[in-house]
């Protein structure tokens, strides 16, 4: 009682001092209790519906506001003026309740200037149906876009509050009591815990929790409920618990409770079944004066031990994957996923063509089965040493041959350790979006000359293969698992998901995520675990036991076979081989329609053409090309129409014509071509490269097939479009760019500003990339009306065409003159050197006879020597995007095969791993750099590549309807004995073969 009295004490005494400390801060500010809508006014794209009333809030009025996301995608919110500078430290407050589904929640602070955005980005968020109070703290916020340089939010303007659409639909949202309070700085430093425990053993000091020594710890009595009571004496911030257990001395069942006032205590966490010696408890933004862990045995009396107990900090708990990286970092290597350890790793794909599912492996054999969700990661133990990621050699492939003409799509792992070589391979087969399955074959192989026994494990944990460091459109990391179960002895359930395996599971146990790493088990006593669990967190675990034996030399394998859709609920363990082998025989089919004879120095060209070709038709959703399967799972009509010509390149015909039909089907009214189309619908954001893009895309589709059926159909689609292109120059037609300064005159019948560039998301721009593309549409569409004899409509195109090229070249004129450039720029406004754009005004746009002269060899000179100086470290880059495989074509065409080659070799070098073919859209030069990357595989590079490598081989000159063969080639093709040929290469003349052999 008398500590009891002395704790309370020193709580108020503290919380008198604590008000006095603060009271400079304590003004908390009510920005606008709702009462009226005055102020508040609507932000949203094409295509939403948005409509506000006032409704009865938490106290008065509240402000209520509806959407509709008519077409599928686009934001809509509210806005209102807010000029407030913020002071060091500071928290937003507000309440909010909805009837919505589970899309982006933006809570925007953007400046005076309306460009600079900064935000808290809630994705898929899951509205609460009841009122909620919403903290918003200084840490939340992080900067979102605009070109300001200095990202330190230090005075807003205005204040938004936007739904963007994740999965669309409609809804109602109500907002009330908006609030502003400046807080004390932030700080890791409070004062040392009062510790104190009921079951002290003697000679035991409870302070030893705290003392930071790991020699030191405190130990309890026998008994069957210790407490440990923590007087923080200070509100404390908190993000969660590590318990440093002795060994043999953990708490197999504890709780957490905390308190404010000592008195009135909620129980925060519990642990039912603690596996571990190491305890790390996830308390997201936890704060309180008092803590208390409470430990219980239902058996009989037990003694537990404490060697430390720290707070985590604030913010190493900001998010799961903080928490994860924590725990990783405070762990042995190897019992979490490689990158959780803030170091790069990397992946590849596996799935059917057109299916919207995907499987991913990473490089270092973990299989993520559901997207976002989790994967399976194998383990194996011989003896009493436990094999992972960790402690074995890795190496990664794409089958079982290098020989172009043998060339098979499996994506693979190879680990060596201990005389042993195992493998995880990759493949997926059946019928798109009805019964498709992935299929792992793990094989196994004694390299030595003994008989090998191992326990396999695989595990079945809540990680993604797709790093936390990716954030686009999904973030990567932490996944989900709620309920595991072993249903037969050959049968897995995860959540909806069914696991098969070809062979009996030998032993099979679950836990919640809460008891601790299951990793640890594995080293110990596996008969603790369950044969079902669930986690109302998500945060299950399991592994399946194979025993395998191996005499000397043996080698052994056996699938697991996983849906990708519901509804497959029995299957044939006798036919998973050849299952598997149906599965890579099909992309052997597809992808050699060019027969390449090649010596072995072409094997890596050959073999990334076929890997990204296999790569473009995974990717693909149904009809919808799209350049990934996590961060960009989206269909661009600039990828697509690209990625498109790649794949005609290839004798791939009808995949294209689906995606051109779909792409047609979401035009806008107004012929209007949406820059992206998802599940959703058109994104209505305007990128006017996209208007030419899709005409492009139609004409090269009847270039290599000569469908004139197919291009009919069509044509109004074109005639629709160039119309909605004439609406778009127009509006630069004006007078204010004809007798303006230089810089204005320079706008002068372009297209208006967009972010099609990804270098302008930050700020709109005329870029040069959008009017190349609108000039190459227009010379197609022209190209159609001749085609189809179409007189009128030649007239209507021809006009549009002439104006627009006149006028675009005077504007490059301008632009070089006034930013006194010797270079061709990306954009009106900034004069930039951007040579990877600039590619495109050579293909697939065909203007190298009307591009000014020296300026367009001073673009690839200029880029040449960046590149060189780069490649041999002479200047500082940290990274690059593999879309500079564009680069490698304009070279061939400006006649400089010798450069074209050295890119070619620097970029197959980037490939990582090196077995599998492909690349990320960045490429950090740090190899273990964890940041974002874009997809893995990102298919948009990989048809860069094909399409400029394709050019050593052929090439139409558009300009006088010729053929260019073999104008790049290595010379040891050339001089290869054997001689070297291609057969069935598509061109918009036929197919061609040909065949060099020195005589």
Partial sequence: MRNNIRIIFSFFSFVFLFFISISGFSQVKSLDDFETKKGWSFIQSDAVNLYSSLERGITGNAIRFDYDFTKGTGYGGIQKLFPIDLPDNYEFTFYIKADSPSNNFEIKFIDSTGNNVWWVNNRNYSFPGEWKKIRIKKRHISFAWGPTNDHNLKRIDRIEFTIASFVGGKGTVWIDDLRFEPLPSETTVYPKPHIIANTTAINSTITNISDNKRNTFWVSKKSKKHEILLDLRSKREFGGLDIDWEKGKAAKYFEIYLSDDGLNWDKVYQVENNLDSHSFIYLPEYQANYMKILCLSDRKPAVIAINELKFIEIKNSMTKNDFLIYCAKNSKKG?????????????????????????????NGMVELEKAL??????????????????????????????????????????NFSDISFKTELASGGEAEKNSQLYIKYSFQNLSSIPKEMEFFMLIRPFQVNPYYQFLNMTGGAGKIFKIEKTDDHQIKVDDKVIFSQIPIDQFGASVGADGNIVKVLENDMSILENSIFDKHGDGNAFVKYKISLNAGETYHFIIKVPYHEGLNSTDPGEFDSEFDKAVNFWYEKVNHIKFKLPESANQIINTIKSNIVYILINRDKAGIQPGSRSYERSWIRDGSLTSSALLKNGIVSEVSDFIEWYASNLYENGKVPCVVDTRGPDPVPENDSHGQLIYLIHEYFNFTKDTAFLKVHNKDVIKVVAYIKSLISERLKDEYLTGSDSLRAFYGLVPESISHEGYSSKPMHSYWDDFFILKGLKDAQEIQIILGEKENFEFVKAIRDQFQTNLYNSLDLAMKYKNIDYIPGCVELGDFDATSTTVLLTPCNEFNNLPKPEIFNTFDKYYKYFSDRRDNRINSINYTPYENRVIGSFIMLNQPDKAHELIDFFLKDQRPQGWYHWAEVVWKDYRHPAYIGDMPHTWCGSDFINAVRSMFVYENELDKSLVIASALYQDWIDSPEGMSVQNMPTYFGEISYSIKKG
């Fill in 335 to 363: 019992y979490y996923p490689s990158y959780f350890l803030e170091q790069a790793s990397y992946w590849t794909i596996s799935g059917v063509n057109n299916d919207t599912k995907e499987a991913l492996l990473s490089e």
């Fill in 374 to 415: 989790f994967s399976v990661e194998p383990m194996i133990k011989i003896d009493d040493s436990l094999y992972n990621w960790s402690n074995v050699a890795i190496t990664q492939s794409m089958g079982k041959s290098t020989d172009p003409d043998k060339y098979e799509f499996i994506p693979s792992v190879n680990w």
